[in-house]
């Protein structure tokens, strides 16, 4: 398990009963999570002392009962990253804490290189991604097909002080983004990608990572420049295992550029009990 440990601004506090408390800098959250299938040990009072939790509706969906007053938007830091931190309507806060542990694997891998890099985001969301890769001194290009993700990783970028930094934004559908790419002969060293488990292209098309996500690495492969440093997919999408993405690697980009890969879960330590709660799969592959 590749494990985000080493954060201040975050912790998981306690975990139980469906929920985890969290802390986002001095903001206790109290949210729902599908993987935490045990009980509560002792339940200390700091699970009713939160400023905010959110409810699931059994109808679906569901929304913040929040305590107290807390900012609208408020700011954690990692490292030299800072990020806007917001609850929103679909119990996410904007940022996807386990994912440092990629963030920190990137940031070296291209300080480490010693030339220049290019990195593509797909499915960029509020820019984690980017924000590292730019800090570690690489040109990003930010592809999310929300506008209001892209203004979010805009605000990211500027936060961390990184306007001035070499980082383009599109609000567009990632796969006519990468075709357009194709033709236009654009190459990257870098590829990272979040796909969603379920959506609709430009055209109504339906996409289901299970047989949608390998035709489009393999897309991606005609992107590729010719010396690339890593390909990066992240996936949240269930029963989904680590070997899938390392398979997929394999078949796509080890077997066009040689380079090693690996793959397994991203996990975050729970403090009260010691364990990791599991976050997602990766698979890396890097030359």
Known sequence: MYVANDWKDYEIIDTGDGEKLERWNDVILRRPDPQIIWPHGEASRQWNDVHGHYHRSSSGGGQWDMKKQTPERWTVSYDRLKFYIRPTSFKHTGLFPEQAANWRWMMDKISAAKRPISVLNLFAYTGGATVAAASAGASVVHVDAAKGMVQWAKENVALSGLEDKPVRFITDDVFKFVQREQRRGNRYDAIIMDPPS???????????????????????????????LFFLINSYTTGISPTVLQNMLSMTVKKKYGGRISAGELGLPITKSGLNLPCGILGRWEE
């Open 198 to 228: 379920y959506g609709r292209g430009p055209n109504g098309e339906m996409w289901k990572l299970e047989s949608s996500l390998y035709p489009f690495v393999e897309s991606c492969l005609s992107i590729l420049s010719d010396q690339p």
